[in-house]
């Protein structure tokens, strides 16, 4: 399974205690966790003169991992907070993509140019996640400290936050961006569990000479309860992900056996999964089990809130996780800093934002449930009914995905 930390060089800070601000003004904000949400919402806090200390429980951020996919709502963001060209740069930008049946043809194919460029400024950039946590970190001023996994919240006015090595805080505002497993959330949402659909995701960046014209399109296959996919990072390196139901191999075979396990279903597959498999160094792979979270009642209690995975945790399959954990960082930084009190900032940020990823994250798991039908004949069905969406449908709901949560000037 994937790891539960996200790792990039950076060493750990010592450990010290820290007490509330006795006046306002200076709030401390502590956040737990800083993987891309923790670090989004440190830097849009940092703009809006508000000073966080991140909690990261990885002893160091290493560059390892897969690519992601960030959508048009994601650079949006992304524009606002200045990073957005770093973004490109360190990324490929897309001109389309589009889903495939498993024998080659496109059952249906967009082009970012005609809606989400034009309209929104973005269209969908591919980039190492590496790359994008090392951009986050490098625009940073806020203190990340490492090797702190914290380990329990106990209240919730104050929180009182507690980590492994024997370290309590007691910060004004706790944020909760500790992801899918996240420990603060048992303050907010006590004994809300992950919800498996019965399903492994595969994920790995691959080096290989990326063939015409997969060097700025992405795409996605539907077969018989396989879906993969990918999209270029850049001409030499490739994003590669596949779903199979239930584990492919033993829980205890090694990378070796799951890449030929992966080769056997994927047999037949048209370009470029074969030259992607190919390339594929089995101990890059990425396992991570196909699960997500139901509703939450509610994002926060008492001064302790939630934002990204620890939230809203989706199935990957609309790849909009983590451009829905961006669009929360930057509204949530809004509300704190424009409301008046935490209790009135926590509600303008969740009644925001708690509909929009509510929606998308039930829509991730449709998609999911659809996308890896097993049986010959559905499949069959399923893909002459993507066939026969009409275009006006499908635009309509690429402009509600790309204009993201509204975003006050
Ligand atoms: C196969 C797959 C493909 C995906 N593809 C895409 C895509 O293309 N586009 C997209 O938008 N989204 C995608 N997603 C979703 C995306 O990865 C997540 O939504 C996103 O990473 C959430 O960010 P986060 O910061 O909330 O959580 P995480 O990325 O999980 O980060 C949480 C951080 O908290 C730290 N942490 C955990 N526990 C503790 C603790 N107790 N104390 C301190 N720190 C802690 C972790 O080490 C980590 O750094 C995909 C997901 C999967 C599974």
Redesign the pocket.
């Known amino acids: 399974m994937?790891r539960?930390?996200?790792p990039e060089a950076m060493p750990s800070e010592q450990t010290r205690v820290t007490r509330p601000a006795d006046d306002g003004s200076d709030r401390e904000i502590a956040i737990?966790?800083?993987?891309?949400?923790?670090l989004t919402t440190a830097l849009a806090l940092e703009q809006r003169g508000l000073s966080p200390t991140v909690?990261?429980?990885?002893s160091e951020y290493r560059p390892v991992g897969a690519g992601?996919?960030?959508?048009t709502n994601?650079m949006l963001v992304f524009d606002r907070l200045g990073i957005a060209d770093a973004v490109c740069d360190a990324g490929r930008q897309l001109e389309g993509g589009g889903l495939r049946s498993p024998d080659g043809p496109y059952l249906t194919r967009f082009d970012l140019n005609e809606v989400e460029r034009p309209e929104f400024g973005y269209g969908f950039v591919a980039v190492h996640r590496a790359d994008l946590q090392r951009i986050l970190l490098d625009e940073l001023d806020t203190t990340v400290r490492t090797g702190?996994?914290?380990?329990a919240v106990v209240g919730t006015d104050p929180p009182v936050v507690r980590f492994d090595d024997g370290t309590e805080i007691r910060p004004d505002l706790l944020l909760g961006?500790?992801?899918?497993?996240?420990?603060v959330r048992d303050a907010v949402a006590p004994g809300v569990d992950p919800r498996p659909l019965g399903g492994v995701?595969y994920?790995a960046l691959v080096t290989l000479d990326v063939p015409q014209p997969y060097r700025t399109q992405g795409f996605e296959i539907w077969g018989d309860g396989t879906y993969t996919g990918g999209a270029p990072v850049d001409e030499r390196r490739f994003y590669w992900?596949a779903t199979a139901p239930g584990p492919l191999t033993g829980d205890h075979a090694g990378p070796e056996a799951v890449e030929s396990a992966l080769r056997e279903r994927l047999t037949g597959y048209p370009e470029p999964i074969p030259a992607v498999l190919d390339g594929l160094d089995p101990t890059d792979l990425v396992l991570?089990a196909l699960e997500d979270l139901p509703s939450l009642d509610t994002w926060s209690r008492g001064r302790v809130v939630l934002?990204?995975?620890?939230a809203h945790?989706?199935l990957?399959f609309a790849?909009?996780?983590?451009?829905?954990?961006i669009e929360d960082g930057a509204l949530l930084a809004d509300a704190l800093a424009t409301s008046d009190g935490y209790e009135r900032a926590f509600d303008a940020y969740e009644s925001e934002r708690k509909p929009r990823a509510d929606r998308v994250r039930a829509e991730s798991r449709g998609l999911g449930r659809f996308g890896t039908i097993q049986s010959t004949l559905g499949c069959r069905l399923r893909n002459l009914a993507i066939g026969a969406i009409p275009d006006a449908v499908v635009r309509r709901v690429r402009r509600r995905q790309a204009a993201g949560t509204s975003l006050p000037e």
């Not at 737990?32 to 923790?38: K, R």
């Open positions: 994937e539960r930390r996200s737990v966790g800083g993987g891309i949400c923790g909690y990261e429980a990885a992601i996919l960030l959508q994601a702190m996994d914290c380990t961006a500790d992801g899918i497993h996240s420990t995701a994920r992900f991570t934002a990204g995975d620890a945790a989706m990957p790849g909009q996780g983590a451009a829905q954990a």
